[in-house]
């Protein structure tokens, strides 16, 4: 489905089923140099076990209109009007990465709107190597090959089976990048990602339950960085709850089953 929000045509995936005021909501905010996509397992069986699903396309990313946010401040503006423009007095948000600390800042600026918040693939501070903010403006193609080896716990799928993982993380990068003519996508993300400087105070200031999901193996946001917040939401927040994942940091394609499942228990809560 698409939303008008701020004169922009937003895209929600919303795992084909048509949206009902009468169930809760959840929306999937995905990572840098990613789209709606990446939330497909997930999104499918929420969306079939009652729940309103909105995966979203940032602004200017792919299916989406309007300008790519280029910090996680103006990220969690939007994410205000979207549920505004969506008659949503609570939804419950569960980010990815980026997209991690979209949601996190979105609940501190909406305390008593946000139902649960699920971090996955979380991490503060979340800097970016500068050879890799270099080569995201003057070399996407190998910066996105760098991406999709580093959050990669293996580069093909164990005994064979399944798809090439790291294949199809290329593929995807390159479509996002693609999609947006005017912006680098890729740079703009994790310029975001290196420059937020305010987790700490939003993770203190969330009210509804939080779900930390990381990564046994990611090296993108290894789970030890994530200590510093998961401290401060057991001091503030009513319930916080650690979850760790096999794999690396694509925590949704590389541990699709485990990531439901820590998910779903989450939010049926």
Not at 93 to 112: F, R
Request: proline share 5%; hydrophobic share 45%; net charge neutral.
């Amino acid at each position: 489905m698409y939303i008008d929000v701020h004169q922009a045509r937003i895209y929600a995936y919303t795992g084909g089923k048509a949206f009902d005021s009468s169930k809760p909501t959840v929306i999937f905010i995905h990572g840098v140099l990613c789209d709606h996509s990446v939330w497909a397992l997930q999104s499918r069986y929420m969306a079939n076990h009652g729940w309103n699903v909105l995966a979203i396309d940032l602004p200017g990313h792919c299916k989406s209109t309007g300008t790519a946010p280029a910090t996680v401040e103006a990220a969690a503006t939007f994410m205000a009007a979207l549920m505004d423009a969506m008659g949503l007095q609570k939804a419950a948000l569960v980010g990815h990465s980026w997209g991690s600390l979209i949601a996190m800042q979105t609940a501190a600026q909406l305390p008593g709107r946000i139902s649960h918040l699920a971090l996955v693939g979380t991490a503060f501070p979340m800097k970016v190597a500068p050879a890799l903010l270099d080569s995201a403006l003057n070399t996407p193609e190998k910066a996105i090959a760098m991406v999709n080896t580093f959050s990669r716990a293996t580069l093909s799928p164990p005994n064979g089976a399944g798809s090439w993982v790291f294949g199809a993380g290329m593929a995807l990068g390159r479509r996002v990048l693609a999609s947006n003519s005017e912006t680098n996508l890729l740079h703009a993300g994790f310029l975001a990602c290196d420059s937020y400087t305010g987790a700490e105070a939003a993770i203190a200031q969330v009210q509804c339950p939080i779900l930390f999901a990381l990564g046994e193996q990611d090296q993108m946001t290894p789970a030890k960085a994530a200590q510093g917040l998961i401290d401060t939401a057991k001091r503030h927040a009513k319930t916080c709850r650690v979850v760790m994942l096999p794999m690396g940091h694509n925590q949704m394609t590389e541990s699709p089953d485990e990531t439901l499942f820590a998910l779903h228990d989450f939010l049926k809560d």
